[in-house]
């Protein structure tokens, strides 16, 4: 049980390009989570799917894309880097209801460079 | 606008005693409060949960509580040991009525540094 996974762990990108951060997560939670965090702002949601085949907006989805592949996979795609989307970002997954807390188990992150 | 605040500054504390953090929110109704460790390097890790209508949680060595008059959860680490250097998140939930509206999300604080001293 790896809990929840992300791929790459560092990626330097240039102005412009593009990529996909990869997460999955391996206990049959409903609900997926991208945040980023930077000093000083703490953790700031881009995108949330709260159960296979949905997405919605967080606080800060400018620049980026989602895709929940199936209910394992959640994927963050930046279409054309720039240097404000340097960051550490995190995906999360929940299963339990809001009522129940709903208690985020967090990857490992991934350290993103954009020059 | 909706905030939540964290002390930013790092809170420096001798082996043993009690650290005490703060989590001010304003322009929020919560139905529940959470606090997370993180250490350098990883991800975020869930401590303690709090319900809107219960006053403290315990767990081990941590205790958090919750006034939702004042908008504040305190969160105290007692006997504190070098190995609960870390920063500690708190973050907002919201009630299941609200969720169609915004979603089911949590939002998280900006994080208090804790280092603790041999």
């Known amino acids: 049980n790896a809990g929840v996974t992300q791929t790459p762990k560092f990626q330097v990108l240039k102005t412009g390009q593009s990529m996909t951060l990869q997460c999955a997560q391996d206990?049959?939670?409903?609900?997926m989570y991208w945040y980023r965090q930077d000093p000083g702002m703490g953790l700031r949601l881009i995108y949330y799917?709260?159960?296979?085949?949905?997405?919605d907006k967080g606080e800060v989805p400018n620049g980026y894309n989602v895709s929940r592949l199936n209910k394992r996979e959640f994927s963050l795609r930046l279409e054309s880097a720039a240097p404000s989307q340097t960051s550490v970002y995190f995906c999360?997954?929940?299963?339990?209801?809001?009522?129940?807390?709903?208690?985020?188990?967090f990857g490992p992150g991934t350290r993103l460079t954009v020059l | 606008s909706q905030k939540i605040e964290q002390n930013s500054e790092a809170l420096n504390i001798q082996e043993g005693k009690t650290a005490t953090l703060t989590c001010n929110y304003t322009?929020?109704?919560?139905?529940?409060l959470q606090w997370y460790r993180q250490d350098p390097g990883r991800g975020p890790v869930f401590l303690l949960l709090?319900?809107?209508?219960?006053k403290e949680k315990r767990k081990e060595r941590l205790k958090v509580t919750f006034d939702t008059t004042l908008k504040q959860s305190l969160f105290h680490i007692t006997a504190s040991q070098p190995a609960d250097s870390a920063t500690y998140l708190c973050?907002?939930?919201?009630?299941?009525?609200?969720?169609?509206?915004?979603?089911?999300?949590?939002?998280f604080g900006g994080g208090t540094r804790v280092l603790v001293k041999p």
């Open positions: 999360a997954s929940s299963g339990l209801a809001a009522e129940q807390g709903n208690t985020q188990y």
């Open positions: 206990m049959n939670h409903n609900s």
């Open positions: 799917s709260a159960s296979e085949g949905t997405t």
């Open positions: 322009n929020y109704s919560p139905a529940y």
């Open positions: 709090i319900r809107e209508n219960e």
């Open positions: 973050a907002l939930g919201i009630g299941p009525q609200m969720i169609k509206a915004a979603g089911n999300k949590l939002t």
